[in-house]
């Protein structure tokens, strides 16, 4: 039987009934028994493939005919328990399962699996043992989303209640959501300790703590605090460190860091795709760790592609994994996008888009073909999201219609609070985002609809692919008591080439490519801090910039020979993540410019000295043609710009006051070509890039939704950007400690400063402290925050912006 290959069966007669079961048409008793026999035939193999076929033939036979009997045995065989018991709860029940003794041992069986509400497969089961024994000296755990890889150092965090822990999110919008996991796990227990989402939180010699941070938040802690170690990392998304882009690079950094400062630290990483856990491991690292993969694959997709572009075929086909074969539907596809969403579209839908600007037309068109509802607790939402941002806001439109739009320009509570809408509310039918869904963000749906196969300006790759594909169906809704359905073992997705595609894209290579079974996928190396990635005359200058960034980090690290900064300047430019300029050739120069400033005892109190001192002692370091949108800070324009920016900062103007104040300095500015990024539809003369808008030729209502995105665009630029400078001039006590102060936070009460410090957005915090105090304790020496989560009754019966009581609840314990 192990000689059985998918290369012969897809030269075999098999594939005949196996196209007829694939299109949902009758078989006749010959044929049905002739199917099963082979499946069985199949799943005995050896090769892994051929069993997985196997398996996807009881599948579509059981759900096509209602006959569960042949799923139930092979689900049982297999321990894919939560099958099993959808089956004997209810699916095709009165077909098979009768008051037998073997009916009751299997019965019994699956119920030893059970974990809370939930049936737990398999591997799950082992997984969760083979990670406790296992955590001490480290383990990667590969395996697809609903697997429940978060709830593993959930569940660890709250048992080892003295260890030190930091988890390691890729984005800050996760890190409000994993810590929200870990107080609401722990809200039965009376562990209460302090829970770190930003360097500020920590304080010297705190231990026993759980981290909660991005790289670069734990590489500012670990610099603050050179004593710092850790018992247990856990790395989230592990599969982004195979990424060569900057943050991945320092992602091993801080690993490498860690691992030096203590022998005995675990490191565990968690990723749903990675062709070889080893890949994943950095340089300066002497940690070995334990792997366990999930082969398991309860769910088998269906994928079809359609050609919609003018010229197109116009054909909807449904391609084959395993027979490696596009078998055509219908010639008789809606001729449009949106009609073919409508028409193929399931109760919950993911549609992917790589633009956030095309994203955001495509849901005001389907918006458009849809009546809007009167659903009052749609209608409660769009109030709740008008008062908070602006009532022009187009995403109100979609809402009123059923449909969310997601991408990263979205402000970040609002964000969140869609997502909820969207996972909660079922008049909303769709989901319209980019490739912010591929980190971590878990909602119901049961299609994808991809009119993009782009992330950024590449292709998206077989990992990221199958991440996408992994957010539909997931377990909680497949396996759901009221609301699941077995034939949500099939996942539907399509790729639609759209108007949004270039007419030389190739879907139907696009597909083969990323979900052929057989063939051979590999992880792509680009990060130089990996052991597995080869060193080439190509990249070896980005290996010595790392190392040379490295051992300025923690000298001595790579046991390689590097030059050290001579000055505080050089030193803190490199705590803070300054990567721009090459500080060893500058530091010198830059320190004493700054010594001038010095000397003069006139520590800067504005933001216009600010912004003049950065251009001065950074942004003119930076070699041309590169780090555009920095380079645009040695423009007076910007930097008048930017001031406005920092002057609503540091007063925490509100939302609704940015949006009008921003249409207000749009009316008044002489020249109406305004840069807003990917936003534009002109470009300036002598540029090729539309990145402008003639902003008098705008509505009140596209200005209102530029103002928006713009605002969080720059806010992040601000974040991520700017304020690395800010620091490194307050590191050197250039900057008066008020205005320092305001420029962080907004404000000089130490109250709200430990609110925000715990991750609480302005807003709420002045919300809480004006009107709900009482529920609230801080202790601003130990920089803590409990929220007693009474909160969000009193904030309902006061009847508070929901969006305020639905981020409140992120912080209730």
Known sequence: ?????????????????YRKLLLGKDLNDREKETLLKIAIILINTGDRNVQELGYRVLVLYSNHFSDYEPLYDIAISKGYYPVAKTIENGVGQDNFVDESFYSAILFSLGETYKSGEMYLTSQQTQLAAYFDEN??????????????????????????????????????????????RVLHARKNSDNKRKIVTHPEMYNQGDTGFIGVLTQERLLRMIQDDRDLKFDYVFIDEAHNLLSGDQRNILLAKVIAILSARSETTSFSYLTPFLVKPENIKTKYTDRDFAEFIISEHLKTERYYVVDLREGGERVLKLYDQYVD?????????????????????????????????????????????????????????CKDISEFLHKDYSLLDCIQRGIVYHHGSVPDVVRLYIEHLYSSLPEIKYVVSSSTLLEGVNIPSEKLFLLECNKGRGHLSASQFKNLVGRICRFRELFDPETGSLAMLEPEVYIVASQYMSANSNIEKFIKERVKVDKKIEDK????????????EENQGAVDKANEILENLEPGITGNDARYAMTNLGRFCYVNNITEFDILRYEEEISNLLEGITDTDQKISNAQALMDLIHVAFIKYIPENSYKKLQRLSQDSAKRFYCMLLDWRMRNASYSEMIKRFLD???????????????????????????????????????????????????????????????????????DKEFYTRIKYGTMDERKITMMKNGFSAGLASLLLEKYAKYLTINVQANTVNLNEAVETAMVDSGENRIHIFEAGFYTS
């Not at 192990?2 to 009934?17: C, D, G, M, Q, V």
């Open 325 to 381: 074969e596009f078998v055509p539907i219908t010639n008789r596809p809606p001729s449009r996008e949106i009609q073919f969403l409508k028409k193929y579209g399931g109760s919950k839908n993911i549609v992917y888009l790589n633009s956030p600007p095309r994203l955001e037309k495509f849901s005001m068109s389907l918006a458009s073909s849809l009546e809007p509802s009167e659903n009052t607790k749609l209608q409660a939402a």
């Open 525 to 536: 190396l680009e990060n130089v801090l990996l052991e597995a990635t080869e060193i080439t």
């Open 1 to 17: 039987m192990s000689a059985i290959t998918l290369r012969i069966l897809r030269n075999t007669e098999f594939a005949s009934p």
């Open 665 to 735: 300095y749009w009316g008044q500015i002489d020249d109406p070509l305004v840069y807003v990024d990917k936003w534009g539809d002109t470009a300036r003369s002598g540029s090729y890039n539309e990145s402008w808008v003639d902003i008098s030729q705008k509505t009140n209502k596209q200005k209102v939704n530029l103002a928006i995105v713009r605002i969080k665009e720059e806010q992040d630029f601000l974040d991520n950007q700017v304020m690395k400078f800010v620091e490194t001039l307050n590191d050197m006590d250039l900057l």
């Open 135 to 180: 955590v001490d000296k480290g383990v990667a755990v590969v395996a697809p989303t609903s697997y429940g890889k978060s709830e593993l150092f959930v569940n660890f965090c709250n048992r080892h209640e003295n260890a030190t822990i930091a988890i390691i999110v890729p984005t800050k919008a996760l890190l409000a959501q994993l810590k929200r």
